[in-house]
């Protein structure tokens, strides 16, 4: 495993703020409730085979997921938008700051250039491609989520950095200053100024970059701004944390859920589509933009089934569905916006 996309773990002042946490214990962090890797009737051994062996339907495309190249430079610096690079990988634009979620703009998504890698048409955003980021959010340490490549050549374009208990222990390995890592507790408030606020709120998933899981703390965020509330997910299976942070916050303008890469074995760690639409509806949000699909196969099911299935599911709630393409602006102040089913069009 290559020494540098491993990163490292906490150690020193770092490790003795984590275990004052009160989501640590027995040597590591802790989900709200029990949270078995696996469901009740599957064994790692069969998970194994089933991922390895089972005959898949169309886990990859054979044609390229559509995009669009929108200059990201040049974004009209008084809207509030968002744009996708597929995954869940975005940046957000909100009273005139930038924030850089969870990018993974190498095209792999793990430690190894030609393991788990992109489908064909989404790589086309680099790091150059990006504006200067005011804040760089960071939901886990996974490396769908947080990648040594990106991360890298992301110094110099970045300000802060706000991520989970002990994830920054990753960052200074990879030369980022202390003074720029924003590390906070589910619970915590980090208030940038009067028009900016971010909460850590949680999540129930796991950690981890190599055979030691959660020595750091896997987070979700609420961004709030006087005209604005967003509900960033990360990672999580459903329970009752959705609903918890639903009552706090009074609902959310927006709510960005994990709807891909999913298995049945993993529903305690993962959410599947039905399930995002009831996480939907307990967080109060006016509308929902589903996640973590249309660019690599992690889960094994066939690559349109998370945007076909929550789509079809849909019919019968109707919630208010964000399914941009990958660069497409989405206008986060004008909720008619449509998008069209663009995976339908690609084999």
């Excluded at 990879?174 to 009067?194: C, N, Q, R």
Aim: glycine content about 8%; proline content about 5%; aromatic content about 12%.
């Amino acid at each position: 495993m290559s020494q540098n996309a491993y990163g490292a773990r906490p150690t020193g002042n770092r490790k003795e703020l984590i275990k004052n946490s009160k989501n640590y214990r027995d040597g590591k962090f802790q989900n709200l409730s029990h949270t078995p890797s696996l469901a009740e009737g599957y064994t790692y051994w069969g998970v194994l085979n089933d991922f390895f062996f089972r005959k898949k339907v169309n886990p990859v495309p054979t044609g390229n997921i559509p995009a669009i190249k929108t200059n990201l430079k040049n974004l009209p610096p008084n809207e509030n938008l968002l744009v996708w690079f597929g995954h869940s990988s975005y940046l957000l634009q909100l009273d005139g700051k930038t924030i850089l979620v969870d990018p993974v703009l190498s095209n792999h998504a793990s430690p190894f250039s030609w393991m788990n890698k992109g489908f064909n048409g989404t790589d086309v955003y680099t790091v150059d491609d990006l504006p200067e980021i005011d804040y760089l959010l960071i939901s886990h340490d996974h490396y769908d989520h947080l990648d040594f490549e990106t991360i890298s050549k992301l110094k110099g374009k970045v300000k802060n950095v706000i991520c989970g208990l002990g994830v920054g222990a990753h960052f200074e390995k990879w030369g980022y200053p202390a003074s720029m890592l924003i590390e906070k507790d589910w619970g915590d408030t980090v208030k940038v100024d009067d028009k900016l606020t971010f909460h850590l709120t949680p999540a129930r998933h796991y950690s981890g970059r190599g055979l030691i899981r959660n020595s750091t703390l896997w987070t979700s965020f609420v961004v709030e701004t006087p005209t604005k509330k967003i509900y960033l997910g990360g990672d999580s299976g459903y329970d009752k944390h959705f609903a918890e942070i639903g009552e706090r916050f009074g609902g959310f303008d927006l709510a960005i859920l994990e709807n891909g890469q999913y298995n049945e074995a993993w529903r305690y760690i993962h959410t599947l589509p039905d399930e995002v639409l009831k996480a939907s509806k307990v967080l109060k949000a006016k509308r929902t933009f589903p996640v973590h699909s249309s660019k690599f196969n992690l889960g094994g099911h066939p690559w349109d089934e998370p945007l076909s299935k929550i789509t079809e599911l849909n019919k019968q709630v109707n919630q208010p569905l964000i399914t941009p393409m990958i660069g497409q602006v989405v206008e986060l102040d004008n909720e008619k916006q449509v998008f069209s089913k663009w995976w339908e069009n690609v084999n």
